[in-house]
């Protein structure tokens, strides 16, 4: 993740997230480069504390709010699948009608997803800063520019709900892969 959007995510003062972020990589919990990520011992840090988190929460309504999650989550796969895939073949996006009805979808689903995100930012009130990053990027699709729906490596609304979906999948101690197993693959 890049600082900018590590910022966002944490959605405090910069300049606190900055000394944190130095004080990690210190550590070695962090590792620093063109963006800033988990150590393998960071990535063990986080799984103990995220294991933490979850032994004061209710597992029944996590779950619960997750499979809301879900069902949010097929609509936008099937969404972002018509963007990427027009009649079997990569969209070349030169059917602005098509585009358009595609981009339309976004905000049904975006209502789906927001009062999922606020449910769980009741128990979890870290995820609460991704309301605002899918905001965001939604504001820029709508203000007609379009990379923001699946832009690699920036907070796309595509990369900014796959950070979303990894942060609910760990909240409810699953992983990717248990989710595949049981049909759940994004």
């Given at each position: 993740m890049r600082e900018p959007d590590l910022m966002a995510t944490v959605g405090e003062d910069p300049a606190a997230v900055a000394s944190t972020l130095a004080q990690l990589i210190s550590e070695g919990l962090?590792?620093?480069?063109k963006t800033v990520r988990l150590s393998p011992e960071g990535r063990e840090r986080l799984n103990a504390l995220l294991a933490e988190e979850r032994s004061g929460v209710d597992q029944d309504v996590l779950a619960g709010i997750y499979d809301s999650f879900r069902d949010?989550?097929?609509?936008?796969?099937?969404?972002?699948?018509?963007?990427?895939?027009?009649?079997?073949?990569?969209n070349a996006h030169d059917d602005l009608d098509y585009d358009a009805a595609v981009i339309a979808r976004l905000d049904d689903v975006h209502r789906m997803v927001r009062p999922v995100i606020d449910s769980a930012a009741t128990y979890l009130n870290r995820l609460k800063a991704y309301a605002d990053k899918l905001e965001s990027a939604l504001a820029k699709v709508k203000a007609g520019d379009t990379s923001w729906l699946a832009r690699p490596i920036a907070d796309s609304y595509h990369t900014v709900w796959f950070e979303l979906h990894q942060e609910f999948i760990e909240a409810s101690g699953l992983t990717r892969e248990d989710e595949a197993r049981a049909g759940h693959a994004s």
């Open positions: 962090v590792v620093e480069g949010a989550n097929n609509e936008f796969k099937a969404l972002i699948t018509d963007w990427q895939i027009k009649d079997g073949q990569p």
